[in-house]
């Protein structure tokens, strides 16, 4: 069984900074991409920027955004600078995992809610 867990969503004013982190845990082989997808009230549900092989962002977080990963802790991360209320969402950890229980699959995490607002 493969976990996604996230943590460091919240509150922020237009203009402050977060860092969200997502660390996935259980029977892991390896893991060959991780990335994050937002999805606001009304929204479809879209990328924000995925690492593995290349890295890649929205366009509408390019500068702003960076994506990390932690390949020893199995964690990715998302730093947020100079927040925008469009960027209020609630932001989606995803996984493409090979686990010792058969072929790479496709994992979600629960969801973080990000609220710019001041």
């Known amino acids: 069984q493969v976990q996604l867990v996230e943590s460091g969503g919240g509150l922020v004013q237009p203009g402050g900074s977060l860092r969200l982190s997502c660390a996935a845990s259980g029977s892991i082989v390896s893991i060959y991409a991780m990335a994050w997808y937002r999805q606001a009230p009304g929204k479809q549900r879209e990328l924000v920027a995925r690492?593995?092989?290349?890295?890649i962002y929205a366009d509408s977080v390019k500068g702003r955004f960076t994506v990390s990963r932690d390949n020893a802790k199995n964690t990715v991360y998302l730093q947020m600078n100079s927040l925008k209320s469009e960027d209020t969402a609630v932001y989606y950890c995803?996984?493409?995992?090979?686990?010792?229980?058969?072929?790479?699959?496709?994992?979600w995490g629960q969801g973080t809610q990000v609220t710019v607002s001041s």
């Open positions: 995803y996984a493409y995992i090979t686990s010792d229980s058969g072929p790479a699959k496709n994992y």
């Open positions: 690492t593995g092989g290349s890295t």
